[in-house]
């Protein structure tokens, strides 16, 4: 994805910035404590099957995109439903070319760090899977099977998700999440609504303090129920959207 034009938008209120603020940090430290945690909570116990659990359907699904990615599938033996449903979505993306290091979130901290500006974070690399490791076995297979269906129409999905963030469509973006949590409450609470909670808490606490903070978070965090902007609102704070085609007070009125 091509950033460009998001980084123009931002640049006087990043120059302004004395301290960016991310969700987690990446690179090395982090990567190996993502790995630590996979080996402590990504695996089942020994003889169990990931394939052996999905349904008849699925498992036809499964072969066909584990063969398109290249994969073994007996490296998918053992994996935690829940961690295979990411290595699915995320291999995927890969494939429609899609790239972390492409992100907004990569290009603004590599701008921080070459402006020698502070840098910290929302929460450690850890805590993202800490939440999906917690969901009962059941919940990960319907992930599992549910981005196996879903595959085939992602690419329109991504390309309408991403039209409505240049277009700074909040309230179509709010009901495109909305829609996609319907079927699991529970992930939506524990990767969005709780973290969104704890990050708000971190944020009110940088607004009383005497410098300017840029703060970067993904899209699925500023949308939907229980979104990072209902809980600043929430708390009192004034946001608002600025420099998009809808610019406008955040927070609804009282």
Same mark, same amino acid.
């Given at each position: 994805?091509?950033?460009?034009?998001?980084?123009?938008?931002?640049?006087?209120?990043?120059?302004?910035?004395?301290? &960016?603020? &991310?969700?987690? $940090?990446?690179?090395?430290?982090?990567?190996?404590?993502?790995?630590? &945690?996979?080996?402590?909570?990504?695996?089942?116990?020994?003889?169990?099957?990931?394939?052996?659990?999905?349904?008849?359907?699925?498992?036809?699904?499964?072969?066909?995109?584990?063969?398109?990615?290249?994969?073994?599938?007996?490296? &998918?033996?053992?994996?935690?439903?829940?961690?295979?449903?990411?290595?699915?979505?995320?291999?995927?993306?890969?494939?429609?070319?899609?790239?972390?290091?492409?992100?907004?979130?990569?290009?603004?901290?590599?701008?921080?760090?070459?402006?020698?500006?502070? +840098?910290?974070?929302?929460?450690?690399?850890?805590?993202?899977?800490?939440?999906?490791?917690?969901?009962?076995?059941?919940?990960?297979?319907?992930?599992?099977?549910?981005?196996?269906?879903?595959?085939?129409?992602?690419?329109?999905?991504?390309?309408?998700?991403?039209?409505?963030?240049?277009?700074?469509?909040?309230?179509?973006?709010?009901?495109?999440?909305?829609?996609?949590?319907?079927?699991? $409450?529970?992930?939506?609470?524990?990767?969005?609504?709780?973290?969104?909670?704890?990050?708000?808490?971190?944020?009110?606490?940088?607004?009383?303090?005497?410098?300017?903070?840029?703060?970067? +978070?993904?899209?699925?965090?500023?949308?939907?129920?229980?979104?990072?902007?209902?809980?600043?609102?929430?708390?009192?704070?004034?946001?608002?959207?600025?420099?998009? $085609?809808?610019?406008?007070?955040?927070?609804?009125?009282?």
């Amino acid at each position: 994805l091509e950033f460009r034009r998001v980084l123009f938008r931002s640049s006087d209120a990043m120059a302004k910035s004395k301290v &960016f603020v &991310f969700e987690s $940090p990446d690179g090395r430290s982090a990567n190996a404590e993502m790995r630590s &945690f996979i080996l402590d909570r990504g695996l089942m116990g020994p003889g169990k099957k990931l394939r052996s659990l999905l349904s008849t359907e699925s498992q036809e699904m499964f072969d066909k995109r584990i063969q398109e990615f290249g994969f073994i599938p007996s490296r &998918f033996d053992g994996i935690n439903p829940w961690l295979a449903s990411i290595i699915l979505k995320v291999t995927f993306l890969e494939m429609l070319g899609y790239s972390a290091d492409a992100g907004a979130d990569t290009k603004i901290e590599a701008y921080a760090r070459d402006h020698d500006r502070g +840098v910290r974070y929302l929460e450690n690399a850890r805590v993202g899977m800490e939440a999906l490791a917690t969901l009962g076995q059941t919940t990960g297979i319907q992930s599992v099977e549910t981005t196996l269906a879903d595959m085939d129409e992602m690419p329109a999905i991504l390309q309408d998700l991403i039209g409505r963030w240049q277009t700074g469509d909040i309230a179509g973006l709010s009901r495109m999440l909305n829609n996609s949590l319907k079927r699991y $409450p529970d992930v939506g609470r524990l990767l969005l609504t709780d973290r969104n909670q704890a990050w708000s808490e971190r944020i009110n606490r940088m607004a009383t303090q005497h410098s300017a903070f840029f703060v970067t +978070v993904g899209i699925a965090h500023l949308a939907g129920n229980g979104s990072l902007i209902d809980q600043l609102c929430a708390k009192g704070l004034a946001v608002s959207r600025i420099d998009t $085609p809808r610019p406008s007070d955040a927070c609804p009125s009282t």
